[in-house]
């Protein structure tokens, strides 16, 4: 799962689209341990370690800060969430404190949590309790919720809604970490330059043209899920990853034609380059 950003391109490995939290912990393990064998040294490099077990997180923990990894990321458990912003903080203490040079960050907003954290009481605690808080990924669309982040000098914007990004950006997101960055990584960082340099024209068209193949990708994601889809996406570019894992079932013979028609259709082969 590709984070492209204007500082850079950086990697967020074993997060949803990755499927990590279908993965075992010793899967998760080799799945991060492949990344750090090719790309330690020149890719940045985070390592989603979310599980339901306190053990098992702060088992991947240590693991990630021996790999030596760039960044870890840390969803809270999502059948027995936390309470309050004090169970928050204790989970996120206990599982930090394995890994106690590593930068963190807290995955946000992603799959089907109820709860609403209170960031502005968050940021505050994190100063004395939580040292290697760096900021959130938020994958909510829901920006209010994140403005204390923004405007925070302690807190990063890790942008999780891709057809969004440019939204995010303007309100003062430092980046995006998403699925579709994976093929329309081009288009979106085309989008970043143009907001850049102040060509909004420029920027909402590349925006526009992410928003065609999210939405093409998200009608077929019912049986396969969103990573599936984009699975099937990767490999109409030449990049097999096999199937989704279950409960997500593989697209079936017509609808991975039918969904490369539509690709084609909106021209997605030609101006993703």
């Given at each position: ?177 998403g ?22 024209k420029t ?21 396969s899920?969103?990573a ?9 570019l ?36």
């Amino acid at each position: 799962r590709g984070r492209s950003g204007r500082s850079g391109h950086y990697f967020l490995v074993n997060g949803t689209t990755g499927e990590g939290m279908k993965l075992s912990v010793e899967e998760r393990k080799l799945v991060l341990e492949a990344w750090m064998n090719h790309g330690k040294g020149s890719l940045t490099i985070i390592n989603h370690i979310g599980c339901e077990s306190l053990k098992d997180c702060q088992n991947l923990a240590v693991h990630s800060a021996a790999q030596g990894v760039d960044g870890i990321s840390l969803m809270q458990p999502i059948l027995y969430e936390p309470a309050g912003i004090e169970n928050l903080v204790a989970f996120l203490s206990a599982v930090t404190e394995k890994a106690p040079s590593v930068p963190f960050y807290l995955y946000y907003g992603a799959g089907p949590s109820k709860s609403k954290i209170d960031l502005t009481e968050l940021l505050q605690v994190a100063k004395t309790r939580l040292p290697t808080f760096s900021g959130i990924k938020y994958s909510g669309s829901e920006m209010i919720d994140v403005m204390p982040c923004i405007v925070s000098d302690s807190c990063d914007l890790l942008y999780g809604r891709d057809e969004q990004l440019l939204g995010a950006v303007a309100m003062g997101g430092q980046t995006g970490v998403g699925s579709t960055y994976n093929y329309l990584g081009n288009v979106d960082q085309r989008m970043l330059d143009a907001y850049e340099r102040g060509d909004m024209k420029t920027a909402q068209m590349e925006q526009q043209r992410a928003q065609q193949v999210i939405n093409i990708m998200l009608r077929f994601k019912s049986y396969s899920g969103v990573a599936g889809a984009s699975k099937i996406i990767m490999k109409f570019l030449g990049i097999e990853l096999g199937p989704p894992r279950l409960p997500d079932l593989p697209l079936s013979k017509e609808d991975t034609e039918e969904l490369k028609v539509e690709l084609q259709r909106s021209g997605f082969f030609e101006w993703r380059r």
